[in-house]
Nanobody, 126 residues
Framework: QVQLDESGGGLVQTGGSLRLSCAAS????????MGWFRQAPGKERECVATISWSGVNTYYADSVKGRFTISRDNAKMLLQMNSLKPEDTAVYYC?????????????????????WGQGTQVTVSS
């Protein structure tokens, strides 16, 4: 079992920045692909970014490419969000998926992930 705990959400103006953090505890010695998802009111949960167990390979949704950066260091994963827009407003979740491959990273569907955090609210005001 892995427990995931997000932090770093908040209220920011358009163009501002936030850094989300996801701390993993439990079986953190195992290999996991990790990802950030978000869900806005009335919308489906969508994948924002993913990162391989090695940290070498990453994926970004087109809507955040060039503005968000995903990274990881052992049991912690970060999402640096710059140039925030009102449409980035959502609850952000971190997720983990067990893997035997240190380079695999392209998992963008919610059902592919085994563990989820409780979510952190990000609100971008216009």
């Amino acid at each position: 079992q892995v427990q995931l705990d997000e932090s770093g959400g908040g209220l920011v103006q358009t163009g501002g920045s936030l850094r989300l953090s996801c701390a993993a505890s439990g079986r953190t010695g195992s290999r996991y692909v990790m990802g950030w998802f978000r869900q806005a009111p009335g919308k489906e949960r969508e994948c924002v970014a993913t990162i391989s167990w090695s940290g070498v390979n990453t994926y970004y949704a087109d809507s955040v490419k060039g503005r968000f950066t995903i990274s990881r260091d052992n049991a912690k994963m970060l999402l640096q969000m710059n140039s925030l827009k009102p449409e980035d407003t959502a609850v952000y979740y971190c997720a983990a998926k067990g893997t035997s491959n240190r380079f695999t990273y392209y998992f963008t569907a919610s059902h592919q992930y085994d563990y989820w955090g409780q979510g952190t609210q990000v609100t971008v005001s216009s």
